[in-house]
């Protein structure tokens, strides 16, 4: 790809450097080989701008440059715009039609001609295949799924009856949706009686869903995944939950059932967001923490039970002393007795030599 | 429904409405519609009582009621009425005996003429499915399983070898059962040899296991699952653990091997139990805490690790001001160095006064 | 088996007993019965020697025996010795060469004669299979994917594409190897961007993978579990990380992107590590505690975030009593306000009277 060419699709203008220089592919500073295009994001790798094989480098805007054999490509956003880049040199395949014989389609099932169907899939009555969808090898669709254009389902999915998939979405391999929500009442002889969960999942455009994670179905109405949210491997989401767009979970995340999380919010590794609660837009809560409050818009939090994370970043480091701060207090403690005693037996000795 | 017939099914007596009513099906007291029975439980919602559309309610012994229009069905407990009532509309769905031609099922195998196996599933030798068991598709089953009647199988579960479903199981997608304990010795050259995980798990009648939750066989023996459990998603279970009846695993939660959980015990989300433990009966384990120690009967447990709920309540209240709390010890410190200065100078003054 | 030959194929020496006494199989102290050899490591089950049952029984060189019907090994470790001998008297089924007519094999895909592909499983283009490979009903392997000699694949899991598997490698069910890394750049509108992951996994000779773990592909080159490594079930390894030779990952651990295990690292059960870290050789993380900095070999650590284990037990205990110690530190505040109060009045009285 010309120079120029990158630039144009990438959002950036090239400040030095022929408009016909051949860039082959990308790759981050260290890595990058002759005729690579690379990046700077981070001020800190500046050293490395110096090193580098690359042919061609995104910049920020106001950051210097001191090579002459370096094509520079501004952008308001460096990282973004390499992001980009490795994304025209990596295209998503191309779906190819086909429908491997021992795949098993109920006939009810519709199926756009340009879907790709892996050995093994089991396709449910009533379900709806839109055009381009991948359906990898031995992925389950219960009945009444619908899985929108262009989405790619990986082996071993299990889609759950009347699951909604919408375009563009990614469902990596052994994910669940759609199994029913953990809900029991408590009988006479303290048995758990089971609640039927009769809703469904609603998984909206541009989701991507990680190995192994696993999205209840509502006990009624929906839980919904909302548009551009990417939710990494092994999250539990339980039943009922909104996610709200672009918001990022990453592994191993857990939600109980009936929470709302907003917009943007990002919760980090192995979080844990009790039940009917409201995550506010933009909150993040970092790794291993939790709530069993409502978040307000904006907050980072941190800890278990999560509250403000300056706070808690300043209580994690007196933890860390809180041994031998226990035995400050012992000692102050007894100094402070003794002085006491002193104290009494002055005011005693003052009080009798008064009288 | 007749009314009178709903009221006999769910355990709970007319006390206002025509006995011959017809209720169409059940909701919560916001969603209820006309013709629906809905419940109140929790106080806090009262006033939705006045607002609800649905025609009839359960409520408790002594709950007021200020509406005439609504018939009213008093029950010792009316949430779980409402899920009598909930189960009632939504009956299991009947089994339709089946078995799809492109399940692989061994000649020594018995399958009741009942059973329902899908698409894709793979029954070991020498395994046993009892009457109006349903295999879901893409469901493998090892040599020498049994799997009791009405049980569900969901899509890509793993029964390992020798493992034993009982009666009214429900487990769902992805699950595993019965796979290698983590058992391991140190050899000489500090590599890991691998202990052989001999044993199986049984899993009794009225267990719900769910999607992801991975269940590992015993090293000798079993591990067992007992009547009534329920397991959410995501859970892992080690071997040789027992977990006793009725017990309650939220998402998430991890048990080490060969640990006994009592009767009823509720683990909450992300739970770590290490290994060789008792917890006793009716224990609760808030979220995200953890034991490595037995627990006595009927204790509330939080933290990492965790002791009494209530103690830990006051040292997560004091946690967040832990900075602040070091702070003031720092300065306690200082004046009670000031103070001991001072006195110490006084008694020398005084001292050297009454030389 | 004859005493001799285990003992010798064991690493122990006969100390008492006949050479050709019939030892049957292997079992613990309190389970052993006749014709059993049992083992004896930690002293605090000596007594339990006095009732076994067994036949023989492993002990450390120095421990006391006082029974004489019982044949005596000596090994430098009993518990070692032990797990040689379960693993004589359970040695690994032999692989029957065999591939099930539902077993869907790309005619690019190259299996040795002497594999074992299941029902249902699915073998991507240009796949390597070596000799006495058992791949189990319904995995999936996608393109370019080589699984070593002797290695086990059990059913529903997935190997994407590129992924290498080495010898004598067992992979539980439902794994997932080789899913995308979970990457994206912010866009202008605030959504998020999907990063290429266009890297592999290569997992290395002897390694085992527990139930529903994930190993996500490096964004660029490789993700690399190195040989001998034991990962138990749940556990998520983000993309682009090296786990070093004999490490032990326990459940439910999680690890975020590109961070570097040192050899034998031990993981307990539920520990998160941050992205971009540096674990060192022989470095403890004990159970639920996570890092977020890089530690240095040997070191053991606990809390979230972690530090040195023993400060950690220190500050745990006190953290029980936090609460009384909040209530302390007012309470000295109070006593010794009181103190500066009485102190300056008497300075003041002083001051006063020798006015």
Redesign the interface.
Known sequence: MKLSELAQQTGATIEIGDANLDITSA??LT?AKAGQVTFLSNPRYTPQVKETRAAAIYLAKDAPIERADLAVLRA??P??A???A??L??PEPVVTPFI?P?A?IDPTAQVAPDAHI???A?IGAHCVIESQVTI???V?L?NHVRVGAQSVI???V?L?AHAQVGQRV?I???V?VG??G?G?????D???????Q?GRVVIED?V?I???T?I?CAS??ETRIKR?V?I???V?I?HSCTID??A?L???V?L?GSSHIGK?VILA??V?I?GHLHVGDDVVLT??S?T?HDVPPGKVIS???G?DNK?WL?????????????R??RL??K??AE??R??ND??KLRGHGEE
């Not at 029991?184 to 006479?188: P, R, S, T």
């Not at 303290?190 to 039927?196: G, N, V």
């Not at 300043?314 to 226990?326: I, Q």
Request: charged share 25%.
């Open positions: 790759a981050g890595e308001q956003d990282y973004l390499y992001t980009r490795l994304r040199f990596h491997h021992s098993v892996g050995a093994g089991v990898h090898p031995n389950t219960y990986h082996s071993g299990a759950r990614i990596h391999n052994n669940v199994s029913d953990f029991f009442a408590k009988a006479e303290k048995s758990w009686l089971k609640i039927p009769t541009d991507e990680g190995a192994g696993t209840d009624v109405g551009g990417k990494d491997n092994l539990q339980g767009e672009d990022l990453c592994a191993q857990g109980a943007r590794g192995q844990g009790a790794a291993k939790a069993s800890g278990i039970p509250f706070d300043r209580s994690v480091a007196a933890f860390r002393r809180l041994g031998e701060m226990a400050t207090i102050l403690e100094r402070l002085l006491e002193t104290s002055k005011n």
